[in-house]
């Protein structure tokens, strides 16, 4: 980890969960008005307080050096033929944002749900694929836990969301309890020469298509957001805060009241320009057979449905993933 940018400012306001998970009513309410009010004039929101354990981010750091940084052939041996890119390798040049004219500077590896022996979740879910332990000592290990805390964590926040939809607190528990999420530790190696005089970027302009997505950044610098004011505003990444943005499956579902916000990660200038950036985004998905239907409390004369056609989760997902390459 270096040093973040001087000028990168933090305009996105940095909420601390403790208050949600332990307050007293008053303090609860606060952080859901809090995270709402964030959330719908960004898309974005920092948590700080999440009590995810430092050891374990700083391990999967470590691991995902590890995996990076070996020869082409041992990770293109576990690139999955006809994945979709969903679990396993997915090389340098790959995927390429849906309005993008060249693909991303990135390479990324998957990390999908453990599908229990037997169950039928298997038709939508795939199996996650690894690599041997004594290629990477502890890979499979450390990214099953962080995908268990970062699962954990996500259970949180969606429970603030809802309230503050004037949904149950419960709302989204029976729909993401056996959700498609996705972790997806991203290496974009050092950029050299000329590489980038072509307009690639380490991720062009994008919105996910998830949920919402929890972001563990390295604290390189590198990502924007696109404001309404039609600026690109820096997202800093400071340490122990978790970034959180809402995707495109909850704009939806929302009729537009949560946005899912524009981004891209910029190549940035030296030293960073020459040095690799590493981040670990959390795509949260709702269960593949979920129905993505206009919540009602989203819907108003000022504000009328505009997605009166519900749209089955899995095949939104295929959708878009055609769109940026991978499908
Ligand atoms: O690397 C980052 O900071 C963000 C990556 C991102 O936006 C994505 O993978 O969807
Ligand atoms: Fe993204």
């Known amino acids: 980890m270096t040093e973040a940018s001087p000028d990168i400012v933090a305009k996105i306001p940095q909420l601390d969960i403790r208050r949600f998970d332990r307050g007293d009513d008053a303090d609860r309410s606060a952080f859901v008005a809090d ?42 041996a576990l690139h999955v033929e006809g994945g979709a890119g969903q679990r396993g390798y997915t090389a340098f040049g790959v995927e390429q944002a849906k309005d993008a004219s060249v693909p991303d500077l990135k390479e990324f590896w998957h990390v999908g749900r453990d599908v229990p022996e037997g169950s039928d979740w298997g038709d939508s ?40 939809l004037g949904l149950p607190g419960d709302y989204f528990e029976t729909v993401v309890d056996h959700g498609n999420s996705i972790l997806r530790p991203i290496h974009y190696p050092a950029l050299g020469g000329e590489q980038g005089a072509d307009g690639a ?6 919105g996910d298509i998830n949920l919402i997505t929890l972001l563990v950044g390295s604290g390189e610098p590198g990502l924007q957001l696109l404001a309404r004011s039609g600026e690109w505003i820096p997202v800093s990444t400071i340490e122990g805060v978790v970034v959180c943005n809402v995707g495109d499956m909850l704009e939806r579902l929302t009729n537009d009241v949560l946005p899912s916000t524009i981004h891209r990660v910029v190549n940035p200038p030296e030293p960073w320009r020459s040095k690799p950036r590493y981040s670990v985004p959390f795509f949260v998905h709702p269960n593949s057979e979920f129905s993505i239907e206009t919540l009602s409390g989203c819907v108003s004369d000022e504000r009328p449905n505009a997605y009166p056609e519900p749209i089955n989760a899995d095949a939104f997902l295929r959708q878009r993933l055609r769109e940026i390459g991978l499908g």
Do not use: C, Q
């Not at 970027?201 to 994008?206: D, G, L």
């Open 35 to 76: 995270l709402g009010d964030s959330l719908r004039t960004w898309g974005f929101v920092g948590i700080r307080g999440h009590e995810l354990d430092e050891a374990l981010i700083a391990r999967a750091y470590a691991v995902l050096e590890g995996f990076f940084s070996l020869p082409t052939d041992d990770k293109m």
């Open 125 to 164: 879910m795939a199996p996650n694929v690894w690599p041997d332990d004594d290629l990477v000592p502890g890979f499979r290990d450390t990214l099953s836990e962080l995908y268990a805390a970062l699962d954990d964590l996500s259970r949180r926040v969606l429970r603030a969301i809802a309230l503050h």
């Open 201 to 206: 970027v380490r991720a062009a302009a994008h």
